[in-house]
């Protein structure tokens, strides 16, 4: 009987340990709520017993525009934790001394007065947004003038004005000082002055700098706008001088950066400026052009002779004896030596006038530009090199085919007396003049 109770007594502990488990989780379940309610009711009661700190602020009893004028009809007083007051908010004690300022912020209603919210004054107008001193000028500009609609407030423009011919004459109002200055060669033709420097455009159609940064800001891109005016800031005087340009011809305006201090260092540009420029761009040309050429000639995988920066020789062809010879006859070494007095026969041999064959690698140019036989040592008779980057333009075009496209020809200009100018036609009278205008060398 013993021997059997103890049998009984193994096969119930199984029960017996999960009962005693399942009593101490729903202890353990008691005992956890037990806790978080405890320290929730301590948290209500660290509220409730002022341990968390409040201070009385002024905050906008509705929502409010900016230009509003700080009154008690408008703000009263809330009560906030202090960790989350801002520093600059304003106290009961303080609104007596704000009172009759302007909010330059809009302000939603239950938000606190902040003392960056407010001003003395406000800008009722846009006139007072400017400076003592200084005058705001409307001006109506295209697409040229306005930098393809990429002009902004706040962007900082040059203006300058194209008068028509005649106008810089001394009964027009010029003076003595002003033509001391001037080109007299440029009275007879169009001419472009500086008018003023370094101006700020304030405005671009109706939008002035403050909308502009608004909708930048909002939108995190330049917004794109049209408008067919801009608003600058000026003196008076600067205003005179642009009320004269804008009676007397057609305004260019240019933008710049902000941070450039530097002028226009010219006191008029007129025609024969125009084309003393190009004959200058002409010049750089073929200065770069030279510098190309004596870098010499190779042959690319078309089997095309081309110049050090890829511009293909036309019409160019390699001989079998290692000479390029043009579509005109004109015969050179790769190194870009021409060989005068040198041509091709029949069979398509490079030859001397008396029938001596030239083959390149057989060759060298001395300091003369004589062509030395290298088994010999002697000077070839007949023939003669020049490097093809020391040639004149003009004897470039004069050869004629691919040598005279090498030229950058320069229009004639060293050789013409006078150009026909066709002026006006986009002026402000609409008229074209055709004005014959020396070329001063």
Sequence with gaps: ???????????????????????????????????????GDAYLRSLAGG???????????????????????YFSVRRMPEGLVHADAVRPGDFDRVKGRVLVEDMRGGTP????????????????????????????????????????????????????PGIGAVNEGVSPQGLANLN?????????LPVLQSVSVLATGEEALEDYQEKLAFRREAPKSRYSTITVSVTPREG???????????????????????????ASVGVTDLFGNARLIAQRAQAQRRDVLAQGFSVNEEGQVVMADGTVLE?????????????????????????AGASVDENGNVVTGTGEVLIASEIAIDENGN???????????????????????????????????????????????????????????????????????
Excluded: H, W
Aim: hydrophobic share 50%; glycine share 12%.
């Design 371 to 441: 062509v030395i036989d290298k088994a010999t040592g002697q000077a070839i008779a007949g023939v003669s090199a020049t490097s093809i980057a020391d040639l004149p333009p003009e004897a470039l075009a004069s050869a004629g085919g691919a040598l005279a496209r090498l030229a950058g020809n320069v229009a004639d200009l060293t050789e013409t007396s006078g150009v026909e100018f066709l002026a006006g036609g986009n002026s402000k009278d609409g008229v074209a003049e055709v004005s014959e205008i020396p070329v001063l060398d």
């Design 315 to 339: 019409g160019a062809t390699v001989t079998e004896s290692g000479f390029i010879v043009t579509e005109d006859g004109t015969v050179l070494t790769m190194d870009g030596q021409v060989i």
């Design 51 to 73: 341990e968390v700190q409040e201070i009385a602020v002024v905050v906008a009893s509705g929502n409010l525009g900016k230009g509003t004028v700080v009154d008690d009809r």
């Design 240 to 266: 005179a001088l642009l009320a004269q340009a804008l009676d007397k011809g057609d305004l260019v305006s240019m933008l710049r950066n902000r941070e450039d201090g530097i002028d226009a260092d010219f």
């Design 184 to 192: 007299l060669a440029d009275l007879a033709s169009n001419v472009v």
């Design 113 to 164: 007065l902040l003392g960056a919210f407010l001003e003395e004054t406000f800008p009722r107008s846009f006139s007072d947004t400017l400076d003592a001193g200084r005058r705001a000028v409307t001006i109506q500009v295209d697409e040229l003038n306005s930098i393809g609609g990429l002009l902004r407030s706040g962007d900082t423009i040059d203006l300058f004005v194209l008068i028509a």
């Design 1 to 39: 009987m013993a021997e059997n109770n103890d049998v009984g007594g193994i096969k119930n502990r199984p029960m017996i340990m999960i009962g005693a488990a399942v009593g101490f989780g729903l202890l353990a379940a008691v005992l956890a709520s037990l806790y978080i309610q405890a320290r």
